[in-house]
């Protein structure tokens, strides 16, 4: 990703907003998934660091438009914070089997999060 080293400085990450953070989530994603189990290990902090601030934003952005989290949307959101929790105290080779759980957990959080905003702008 354009101005972050693989272990992951966040100062690109200070200024995105919406569709550019998802979109740079999703990038470091993938490179996450194709990285070696100690690599994986490795990138985590970063990985921690980008799913925390997209949680934040998400809920910032809830926030501002009055928009109430659905018990759906709590659970979710709930669950990725506790992977966020458990993963630094994972093996690699537990994290590797636990990524492909933990991405599709996001993808169905940013997913939800798009209908929502689209629902909210019509």
Do not use: I, Y
């Amino acid at each position: 990703m354009p101005g972050m080293s693989d272990t992951g400085s966040m100062g690109a990450m200070g200024g995105m907003q919406g569709g550019d953070m998802m979109a740079q989530l999703q990038a470091h994603m993938d490179s996450v998934m194709k990285a070696s189990p100690e690599r994986m290990k490795a990138m985590l902090p970063a990985r921690r660091q980008m799913a925390a601030n997209m949680l934040s934003q998400m809920n910032q952005q809830m926030r501002s438009m009055h928009m109430a989290a659905d018990a759906q949307w709590t659970a979710l959101a709930d669950s990725l914070r506790q992977d966020l929790v458990h993963m630094p105290e994972m093996t690699p080779e537990e994290l590797e089997g636990f990524m492909p759980a933990h991405r599709a957990r996001m993808t169905r959080l940013m997913e939800m999060h798009r209908m929502m905003m689209r629902n909210m702008k019509r």
